[in-house]
């Protein structure tokens, strides 16, 4: 089959390099690699609207006084000057027209009379390139191309004389690259048999991969992607779980794996443990290793070779099967190691149906899955597509995932191979809000942490099961004629009680509803607690509690809220009146809002108050209480919209009435929960 082109039409490709550091192309090679036929050839094919191409040489003999020759015969300090001199107004020209520069230049120059080489390449040098191609041509090729340029007469040359120099240039410019953010691919001129791609060929299509992809597009992308999943594959999943794949959905690392089957296994390591650590850069450089390791159809191989050795936990195997038999649930596996190995291990597994994975591992892939990628995309499941999310990981690099997600689970695995930066990580993140849990897999490792900060979970066990997969809707929960509704609507309607009796049997209804009810549309969480006999329980509480804020609005939903607050205790209570006195400090460390009144007529009330909170926060979950609503409020208008269209909206309500509440008098609720109807 034909190999893949790089193709990434659905999102929008810039026509310019954006304002900023300019992105230049070093194209290197030793003398005689073909650098200067390349460039030429470069120059034909992609043209001059988004490049700009330099023969350094060239740069030189028109930058220095005298020329060429002029520099030539300069000492070495000059000819850094000169040399930094043409880089700078490359640099500038680059900078100014927002092309990409594409500059032919050497490393090292090294008769083979000397026992080594000049490096001629500087710290301007070093600073402004962006990428480094290194034109890897076959040192019987390049004494060939050096005999026959006859415009550029070079001293004799042996074949191990080029190899060494060829490999320390390489060596060199490797390490040099990664100290200066810099990335870097070797490209080998020669077709091989099973890929038939002229060197022209694969350098164009790297030059507009570099022309467009930066760390923002780079996000931008992957939300592409992932909105592109929920349209074609999951639908409108009211619920979705979010799993990273390596160290979490089995106990393997893919790229390990994968790097040892080459004989290199110290690569990712090498990298990521290096300068750029995990950064974007360092995560781009890992997709050009893999190209230069491999062809398409190598590495096709080599990811079967290594999903074969991949073993799932059993239990996560599960929790997917299980979440595959009901629609309203949808599975994303977001892996920073290779998406082709995890789509391999999921359809051995008969789960590549039911789960998506994105991620990387090729430039064909678009994507490089990086730590703030992975938060990016479940903040955009909760606050753009609306939906519950649930997100499992293991590592540093799945925390921001982690602190985006409604709920965080953390995958603990064995202790000899599990990430040893997450103690600290992890501990600073739940210093900072963090509410997660966590599962042992297997059941026989140690937890990290103290469980009492990070509880332990069993995935398989029915609450669980139960709390991931229950329906998010229907959002409009009313106790209508149940027998406990009966009995604490009845003081409500009863027209003698007024003041602190009435305030009292609101009060009721407000921590009825709230344990009732709200533990059902929130979620309920387990924490370890004191028993009074000395040894230590399980509790319960709600879900993300210290991070919930009850708002009574002003005055009828006060005595519901402070029922509320009695259900859940380590919540927070404002009051407000209007939308614009709720203080944004206590919105934005909120992860649920509860809006609590006596009576919604019309809703419109409610709604400036749901507004409002949406303009600022998206992903906040919303819950309105109620005792009494009246039932058109939830049928038409723009209440009834919110509800329909808000996922992260929900409406509890004791009762519902077909009465127009007028709201005056002696049938105002707040006139007779305050005794002020004579003051009306």
């Given amino acids: 089959m034909p190999p893949r082109q790089l193709d990434h039409s659905t999102a929008s490709e810039p026509q310019a390099v954006p304002r900023g550091k300019p992105i230049i192309v070093g194209l290197y090679g030793i003398p005689g690699s073909g650098k200067s036929t390349l460039l030429k050839q470069l120059e034909q094919e992609l043209g001059h609207e988004a490049f700009a191409f330099y023969d350094g040489s060239q740069v030189i003999d028109g930058t220095v ?30 900078e100014d027209s927002r092309k990409v520069g594409v500059v032919a230049g050497h490393y090292i120059l090294w008769s083979e009379k000397e026992a080594a080489g000049e490096i001629v390449c500087t710290q301007k040098d070093l600073a402004s390139y962006t990428h480094i191609l290194y034109l890897e041509t076959r040192p019987e090729v390049v004494i060939g191309q050096r005999l026959g340029d006859l415009d550029k007469p070079r001293e004799s040359a042996t074949v191990n004389h080029l190899r060494r120099w060829q490999q320390q240039e390489k ?32 350098v164009s299509m790297l030059l507009r991969d570099f022309q467009y992809h930066s760390e923002k597009y780079n996000t931008e992308y992957a939300e592409t992607k992932l909105d592109e999943v929920l349209g074609a594959s999951l639908g409108r999943p009211e619920t979705v779980l979010v799993l990273d794949a390596d160290k979490t959905l089995a106990a393997e690392d893919t790229g390990t794996l994968f790097w040892q089957m080459v004989s290199a296994e110290q690569t990712l390591r090498t990298l990521f443990g290096g300068p750029l650590r995990y950064s974007y850069t360092a995560f781009r450089q890992a997709t050009l290793l893999y190209e230069e390791i491999a062809n398409e159809w190598e590495y096709e191989g080599l990811c079967q070779a290594v999903a074969a050795k991949v073993t799932l936990h059993p239990e996560l195997v599960s929790l997917l099967q299980k979440a595959a038999d009901v629609k309203h649930v949808g599975v994303i596996v977001l892996t920073s190691g290779l998406r082709r190995v995890w789509e391999m291990v999921l359809k051995t597994a008969n789960l590549s149906r039911n789960v998506t994975v994105i991620g990387g591992g090729r430039l064909v892939d678009g994507i490089v899955m990086t730590r703030a990628v992975k938060g990016a995309l479940v903040s955009r499941l909760r606050e753009h597509h609306q939906m519950h999310v649930w997100a499992f990981g293991d590592s540093p690099l799945d925390l921001d995932m982690l602190k ?27 210093n ?31 609450d669980f099961l139960e709390s991931v997969l229950r329906r998010r809707s229907p959002r409009v929960l009313i106790a209508g004629d149940r027998t406990s ?12 009680l007024a003041g602190p009796a009435l305030r009292t049997a609101h009060r ?29 329980v399980t509790g319960y509480r709600l879900a993300h509690e210290r991070q919930t804020l009850i708002i009574a609005l002003m005055r009828g939903g006060e005595p519901m809220a402070m029922g509320v ?43 400036e108050f749901v507004r409002h909170i949406r303009e600022q926060y998206p992903s906040i979950v919303i819950v309105v ?26 409406l509890v309500a004791l009762r519902l009435s077909k009465t127009k509440f007028t709201g005056s008098g002696s049938t105002d609720t707040g006139n007779r929960l305050f005794n002020t109807t004579h003051l009306d």
Avoid at 178 to 202: A, C, G
Avoid at 404 to 425: F, H, K, L, P
Avoid at 582 to 592: A, D, E, F, G, V
């Fill in 485 to 496: 509704a009966k009995l604490l609507m009845t003081p409500t309607r009863n027209a003698d």
């Fill in 171 to 202: 060596d060199q410019l490797r390490q040099l690259c990664r100290e200066h953010d810099i990335l870097f691919l070797p490209v080998s001129p020669h077709p091989t048999r099973v890929e038939k791609l002229s060197i022209l060929t694969k």
């Fill in 508 to 536: 009721q209804i407000g921590w009825y509803l709230a344990a009732e009810f709200l533990t059902d549309v929130i979620g309920l969480e387990k924490y370890t607690m004191p028993h009074v006999l000395g040894h230590s």
């Fill in 65 to 94: 006084p005298g020329g060429l020759k002029a520099f030539q015969a300069m000492g070495k300090q000059d000819q850094d000057h000169w040399r930094q001199r043409a880089i700078s107004t490359i640099g500038k020209n680059c």
């Fill in 565 to 607: 607050n009695d259900a859940f205790p380590s919540a927070s209570l404002a009051h407000a009146k209007h939308p614009d006195e709720m203080k944004p400090q206590n919105l934005h460390r909120s992860r649920t809002v509860i809006l609590v009144d006596s009576v919604i007529n019309t809703g419109k009330s409610v709604v």
């Fill in 432 to 462: 900072n809000g963090l509410e997660a849990r966590q599962v042992l897999l297997p059941s026989t490792v140690s937890p990290r942490l103290d469980i009492t900060k990070i509880p332990l979970v069993n995935v398989t066990e029915k």
């Fill in 404 to 430: 985006a997600a409604d709920q965080a689970i953390v995958v603990v695995g064995d202790e000899q191979t599990r990430s040893q930066s997450m103690e600290t990580e992890l501990t600073t993140a739940i």
């Fill in 625 to 650: 209480i109620a005792n009494v609503v009246q039932d058109q409020s939830i049928l038409h208008g723009q209440l009834a919209q919110i509800l329909d269209k808000d996922t992260k909206i929900n």
